[in-house]
């Protein structure tokens, strides 16, 4: 009998465990010293269907459009309040054949060759827009529900997800920071940095369910001056943004106490359950935002150091 159960607890063990070890290989670090192409606050890079893609190169209120090997095609936009002029970039999309680069209270939109097409002024602040079965979307962070398809206005057309509170820093920390990603088995996700929680949303748009990514430690604060007239505002990420491999597998960025650690890796499937170990990438590795090239190669994004590490990803038993 004790020899049945330590059988049983064995093989309990070894379902419970990953199967596979995911080994992260820096193949390029683009931005780096010796490197050619120039990076200043580099984030949210989209693949194109030509295989070239696009980068926002926020630190210069600038697009960068490179080719399949990284080099430098062309580059648009500048720093401004003008028309093909942004300030304070919070995303950029490639949707319907055209780039909408995200503001705080303004998207513009750029054809792909990076002619100047118009400004739109929808009236909420919107970050992290996404397409989500070939719609546009956005988190807009107030109101009933957190995040809308958006008309080509860019106006509300239906929102969906989570609920979020009337006080602006509450709000701030359950709602304006979510990024959407595709889901199978609904919607789409939406990841929280700020609670590390993720949240299942329906095809009707409602939450199915709400699920501990890292374990919460709500350490954000506000507080203000004597006269009421400064006020400061500090948030902690427990993690940063995630990606979609080809493969279905989703690929978290874990923040750390130390700010000098590496960036550590949690790979999930679609529940959020673990399929390999945590990732623990090179001492001086450090990354917030993933993305994922067609064949499979895991892009790192480092706004604050202004590098993209350009990796490998290889499965072993």
Known sequence: MRRACWIALLCFCALALPATAAQVTIERSLGSEGDDLFLHGPMSVQAAGDGT?????????????????????????????????????????LFQEELWVFEMARITVFGLDGEY????????????????????????????QSAAFLNEDGTVASPFGTSCPTDFFESFKTCRNQQILPHDE???????????????????????????????????????????????MSVTFLTGLGGRDPQGRYWFTLASDDEDAPTTLRVTDGNLKSVAPDVVMPEGIAGFEVFFTPDGRLGLVSTGESVIHLCRVDFAP
């Not at 739109?120 to 979307?137: E, F, H, I, T």
């Not at 939406?190 to 009707?204: H, K």
């Open 53 to 93: 893609w696009y980068l926002l190169n926020s630190g210069e209120c600038q697009v960068m459009h490179v080719d399949g090997e990284w080099e430098l095609l062309n580059t648009f936009g500048r720093c401004g309040q003008g028309p093909g002029e942004f300030e304070n970039p919070r995303g950029m999309v």
């Open 117 to 144: 097409r118009r400004t739109l002024v929808p009236g909420l602040q919107y970050s992290a827009p996404a397409v989500l079965d070939g719609k546009l979307a956005a988190v807009m962070g107030v109101g009933d």
């Open 186 to 232: 609904g919607l789409c996700l939406l990841l929280n940095p700020l609670s590390g929680r993720v949240f299942l949303v329906s095809q009707d748009g409602e939450v199915v369910w709400d699920r501990e990514l890292v374990p919460t430690r709500d350490t954000s604060r506000i507080s203000e001056s004597d006269d009421g007239e400064t006020v400061t």
